[in-house]
């Protein structure tokens, strides 16, 4: 009889299972779902533009940016609308920061060498479009405007922007590519060679799955 009793005791201060780890492996697996993609993108552009474990002579022209920053954040508008990835309806882009009226030399420069390599793209042209894009309410001259067809004019918040691409005071003449998903992942300093951006497009336009 005493020994039923003790079983008894014995079985009803076992320890129920701990259900802690089984939350904490769901969580894991859940960020590593939405954390994987991520690193995947940021890896690939690693790896093809620095060179680290590809083959040589596969440097990229214009500075990497990692972790690319999103153009949707960038508060862009055309008009009263709204600028963002969907406007680019599956293409590259090459985004140039300009002044309200395009008069400074550095962004003359800027729209010449960028529209130069938008060309020489040839039968890839189209897989890419150019945005220019002041801190002001744009006054271009109608010629300007004819010289540079088939381009978006937009206009940003200036603080906004500033902030969202790590930047200190508005760079006129400075020139950037986002992917078709809307990041923006390379840039080049202030009227950069046109010939160093367009050897990054065709690299990127022939490695691309997408746009």
């Avoid at 990497?64 to 999103?70: G, M, Q």
């Avoid at 938008?118 to 479009?129: C, S, W």
């Avoid at 840039?187 to 010939?195: I, N």
Wanted: charged residues 25%; positive net charge.
């Amino acid at each position: 009889m005493q020994e039923a009793t003790h079983s008894r005791k014995g079985t009803s201060n076992k320890k129920k299972p701990n259900s802690q780890p089984g939350r904490a492996k769901g969580r894991l697996q859940m960020l590593l779902i939405f954390a994987i993609p991520a690193l995947a993108i940021c890896l690939s552009y690693l790896m093809y533009f620095t060179g680290v474990f590809v083959p040589e002579g596969k440097t990229n022209k214009g500075q990497l940016i990692l972790p690319p920053k999103s153009l949707s954040q960038l508060n862009l508008t055309q008009g009263d609308q709204t600028f963002s990835e969907a406007n680019l309806e599956g293409r590259w882009a090459i985004l140039v920061l300009g002044s309200k009226d395009c008069s400074s030399e550095s962004c003359k420069e800027a729209m010449y060498q960028t529209r130069q390599a938008h060309i020489a793209l040839g039968k890839e042209t189209d897989r890419v479009v150019r945005t220019f894009i002041a801190d002001e309410e744009l006054s271009l001259s109608q010629s300007f405007q004819q010289e540079h067809p088939d381009i978006f004019w937009l206009k940003a918040n200036k603080a906004g922007l500033l902030k969202e691409l790590d930047l200190r005071e508005w760079p006129t003449g400075r020139y950037f590519i986002v992917d078709p998903l809307g990041n923006v992942m390379m840039g080049y300093e202030s009227a950069q060679y046109g010939g160093d951006l367009l050897k990054d497009l065709k690299r990127l336009l022939k490695a691309s799955k997408i746009g």
